[in-house]
């Protein structure tokens, strides 16, 4: 399959948030690892038992063998957390992911492979279906968390998924499996944007995956409610400043997340459609806004209508946009 400790990283990405980044310490409350064997913390050595990390594996530094396909440790036992190591999400037995999860597994690719693992080495796991375990360890972690007692001790708290440090490193397979096709080296340089583009848009889904459980983008909402903190101590301030004014805060933040959160008690539709708008995943397009028109053959009419038109007003409390 692979040389063991495997050193070329032929894509290593260390997605850094800006707030981190500005800081003079790294304190990532954890870590979400996508990739092939220069990562696999036991994902491989999970799914198909221990042929697939036999000793000497982890001879050096675990004396026996460890999930890796390496005699030592890792890069990414190196990064970040000193002391814990990262499980591998397919690890069933004595996982422990309130730092994060490594989704990492030998032999994967950024692009789906046409063979199975039985075929050519090369993982049914891609970084398509990293991604999609991830996706639903953000959703499910917090739903077992729920869950109280050790369930809680287990699973990061949702907050650690917009500050977490994202580090990917994958791409040399990709590169491999041309050649094991009898491809030319100017047919494996053809297909290279193709990988490049699928590795982006992938990047591209993880990143906007920083969800909260009710499906409102966490770092935003994470700046209101830290500008909310800050309006309320410019309050009091003005309260002593103006000791004949009677000033009040309403906190609408809360109201109008507590009507998304809580969308289908209220029996709302969707709570992410904008009633008036058109287009797009929102039903939101900045470009047709409520009420927008075009010409067709001589005729206005109108692109972005409003909902209450099509449910009779039934709907249209929460979907003011
Ligand atoms: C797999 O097969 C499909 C259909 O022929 C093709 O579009 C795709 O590029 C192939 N994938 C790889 C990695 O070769
Ligand atoms: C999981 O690891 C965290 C961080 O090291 C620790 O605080 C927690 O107690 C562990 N959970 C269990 C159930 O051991
Ligand atoms: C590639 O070429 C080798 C040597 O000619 C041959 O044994 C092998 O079957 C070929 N593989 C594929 C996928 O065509
Ligand atoms: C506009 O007129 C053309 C020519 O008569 C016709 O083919 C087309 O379907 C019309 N478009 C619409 C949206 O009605």
């Known amino acids: 399959m692979e040389p063991i400790c495997k050193l070329l990283l032929y894509v290593t ?7 981190i980044l500005s800081s003079p310490e790294c304190n990532f409350p954890a870590v979400f690892n996508f990739g092939d064997s220069s990562s696999d913390t036991g994902a491989l050595l999970s799914m198909f038992g221990q042929p697939a990390a036999p000793p000497p594996n982890g001879e050096t530094f675990f ?12 890069l990414i036992d190196f990064i970040g957390l000193g002391v ?4 591998a999400f397919l690890d069933s037995m004595g996982t422990n992911f309130t730092r994060g999860a490594n989704y990492a597994i030998v032999g994967s690719t950024i692009r789906r492979q046409n063979t199975t693992i039985f075929q050519s080495g090369y993982s049914p796991i891609s970084l398509d279906i990293q991604y999609a375990q991830f996706s639903n360890f953000l959703k499910r972690s917090q739903i077992i968390r729920q869950k109280g007692g050790v369930f809680k001790n287990l699973f990061p708290e949702e907050y650690t998924f917009s500050s977490a440090l994202y580090t990917f490193d994958i791409g040399h397979n990709d590169l491999t499996a041309g050649y094991q096709l009898n491809m030319s080296t100017e047919q494996v340089k053809a297909y290279i944007p193709d990988v490049i583009s699928e590795f982006t848009t992938t990047i591209k889904v993880i990143t906007a995956a920083q969800v909260d459980k009710h499906g409102c983008a966490a770092p935003f909402n994470d700046v209101s409610r830290y500008f909310n903190l ?7 301030q003005l309260r002593k400043d103006l000791h004949l004014a009677a000033i009040t805060y ?9 009507l998304i959160a809580q969308s289908k008690k209220l029996r709302f539709g969707d709570p992410f459609l904008v009633c008036c708008g058109h ?7 900045i470009a047709m806004r ?10 206005k ?3 972005a209508k409003s909902c209450i038109a099509d449910h009779l007003g039934r709907d249209s409390l929460y979907r003011g946009g």
């Not at 990405?13 to 707030?19: D, E, I, K, R, V």
């Not at 890796?68 to 890792?74: D, M, S, Y």
């Not at 409520?290 to 005729?299: E, F, H, I």
Request: net charge positive; aromatic share 10%; with cysteine.
């Open 279 to 285: 287009g797009g995943k929102y039903n939101f397009n």
């Open 290 to 299: 409520c009420g927008w028109t075009k010409m067709v053959n001589g005729t």
């Open 84 to 87: 814990l190591y990262l499980s």
């Open 250 to 258: 309403v906190d609408m933040y809360s109201v109008k997340y507590s």
């Open 13 to 19: 990405l260390l997605l850094l948030p800006n707030s």
């Open 63 to 74: 004396h026996s063998p460890a999930g890796r396909v390496c005699e030592g440790r890792l």
């Open 230 to 236: 800050k309006l309320k101590e410019a309050i009091i």
């Open 301 to 303: 009419i109108v692109v």
